[in-house]
């Protein structure tokens, strides 16, 4: 079993940073990749980015890779989401999640999901 708790979120605005943590929990959790995702509104849950269990290894969506960036902390058991030059439709809330395989951009395939945190990005 994995937990997860993502913490980080707030208001900001445009143009500003925000670094998003992923906590984990539960002895398997260095076996896991752990993937970022965000839900606006009214929309689909919408891939970010994934990182390896060991963090060597990470896979973007090219819509935000130029401004996110994704890393992890083995010894803390983190997994963080660097956010900057954020954007009014950076507004979501965001989650990680938990999948044994890498790399991985579908939601559904994830087996362990944090509660979210909420971004929001003031123009």
């Known amino acids: 079993q994995v937990q997860l708790v993502e913490s980080g979120g707030g208001l900001v605005q445009a143009g500003g940073s925000l670094r998003l943590s992923c906590a984990a929990s539960g002895r398997t959790f260095d076996n896991y990749a752990v993937g970022w995702f965000r839900q606006a509104p009214g929309k689909d849950r919408e891939f970010i980015g994934a990182?390896?269990?060991?963090?060597?290894?990470?896979y973007q969506s090219d819509s935000v890779k130029d401004r996110f960036t994704i890393s992890r902390d083995t010894v803390k058991r983190a997994v963080y989401l660097q956010m900057n030059r954020l954007k009014p439709d950076d507004t979501a809330v965001y989650y990680c999640?938990?999948?044994?395989?890498?790399?991985?951009?579908?939601?559904?395939?994830?087996?362990?999901w944090g509660q979210g945190t909420q971004v929001t990005v003031s123009s």
């Open positions: 999640a938990a999948v044994g395989r890498f790399p991985v951009s579908t939601a559904q395939a994830y087996d362990y």
């Open positions: 990182i390896t269990w060991s963090g060597a290894s990470t």
